[in-house]
């Protein structure tokens, strides 16, 4: 097991939180540190203050790595859920509510950095505002900016307003039940006093919203800012790739007329396709010659056929009648067949002219490709 271990330590599955916390250590960092506490385990044992044990080569807490970094992976797709940029700015208590706790919010914060996907905000002042500026791509992210602690400290503002109102709800809530129970004990001074406070409480909660819609507003300007600025620096570029590449406005606008108009035709296309199935000449062609074979069939065989007794009946006839019916069947049978035959040789024929035709358009479509 501990081999393992050893091996996993090596290829960088496993680390320590020193490790982790500190990209700069190495195995020859850690290698020391064993030998350090080696040599004060034997260094106690000379004293005879040392335990019988022998010391512990590896450490305490090892942190899997893959794992930390799926949990990372999480963790920046529930912020891109909630952000359309590439890159945020979030407050430090966000981000630990995201990761669950500060330990896990502190080893990602580590990891992303050893990466260059994170960098870490604090500013100044008696309210230690902290924050992260994280990219939400597999990319490094830049430095962070004054823009960006100005967008901290809003963040954070807002985080403080919903506390606070959060608060006022408690306390404007027990008010409220401190009033109601003033009015069933008939203490009316009790009851006033409660409902004052009640009142000054959710007037304060009032202003706490207004606050949080000001600056809701505020970054809402911001994005739609930063958005029309890329927006401008797209059409900037569209216009220097237009003037390099010697294209006039007039030959751009005809390229969008030809997809505008290949788009239409093929959603046409797509329209007479669901309309239903497309029948051809040939399919129209087999369906007359297939009526006109069950017309003969109607009139000819089936009719003569009907009109023959039955079977069962057959042998409850007459000497002298039996045979006149016998040559009746025949003469009946006899007809449907030459009827049948007739139909087929007709048949045939129409098989053979559309055959014919086929090969004649067929010749002259090659004849037109050549």
């Known amino acids: 097991m501990s081999t393992v271990l050893t091996e996993m330590r090596k290829s960088g599955e496993l680390q320590t939180r020193e490790e982790l916390m500190r990209p700069k250590a190495t195995l020859t960092q ?36 893959p794992l930390l970094q799926d949990r990372s992976a999480a963790v ?31 080893l990602l914060m580590a990891l992303l950095i050893n990466q260059g996907r994170v960098r870490h905000i604090k500013l100044g002042g008696k309210e230690n505002i902290e924050g992260i500026k994280i990219a939400l791509k597999d990319e490094p992210v830049a430095d962070s900016s004054e823009f960006d602690s100005h967008l901290l400290r809003l963040h954070w503002t807002l985080e403080r307003l919903q506390q606070q109102i959060n608060v006022l709800d408690v306390r404007i809530a027990s008010s409220r039940t401190a009033t109601l129970l003033a009015l069933k004990s008939r203490d009316k001074k009790g009851a006033l006093r409660h409902a004052h406070r009640m009142k000054v409480l959710m007037a304060s909660k009032e202003k706490c919203e207004t606050s949080m819609d000001r600056i809701d507003e505020i970054l809402t300007s911001i994005a ?82 009907n009109n023959l007794p039955e079977v069962g009946h057959k042998e409850k006839l007459p000497a002298h009648l039996r045979s006149s ?14 009827s049948i035959e007739g139909s087929a040789k007709l048949a045939d024929h129409q098989e053979e002219e559309s055959a014919d035709s086929l090969e004649r358009a067929f010749k002259k479509l090659e004849l037109e490709l050549a």
Not at 86 to 105: N, P
Not at 263 to 278: C, K, N, V, Y
Request: hydrophobic share 40%; proline share 2%; with cysteine.
């Open 76 to 106: 920046i797709k529930k912020l891109s859920e909630a952000e359309w940029r590439h890159v945020c700015v979030v407050t430090m208590m966000r981000f630990r509510e995201l990761c669950g706790s500060s330990e896990t919010a502190d």
């Open 224 to 305: 739609d800012a930063e958005a029309t600025r890329k927006v401008a620096d797209a059409v900037k570029v569209g216009a220097q790739a237009i003037k390099d590449n010697h294209v006039t406005l007039v030959e751009v606008q005809t390229c969008l007329d030809e997809v505008d108009e290949a788009i239409s035709q093929q959603r046409e296309t797509q329209a007479s396709l669901a309309e239903g199935p497309l029948i051809t000449d040939a399919d129209m062609d087999l369906e007359v010659e297939f009526s006109l074979l069950e017309a003969e069939l109607d009139n000819g065989s089936i009719t003569e056929i």
């Open 325 to 338: 019916h016998l040559d009746a069947s025949n003469t009946s049978v006899s007809t449907s067949e030459g």
């Open 30 to 65: 850690y290698t020391g540190s064993v030998f350090q506490q080696v040599f004060a385990w034997m260094g106690n044992q000379v004293r005879g203050t040392a335990d019988a044990a022998q010391p512990s080569l590896m450490p305490d807490m090892l942190i899997v790595t």
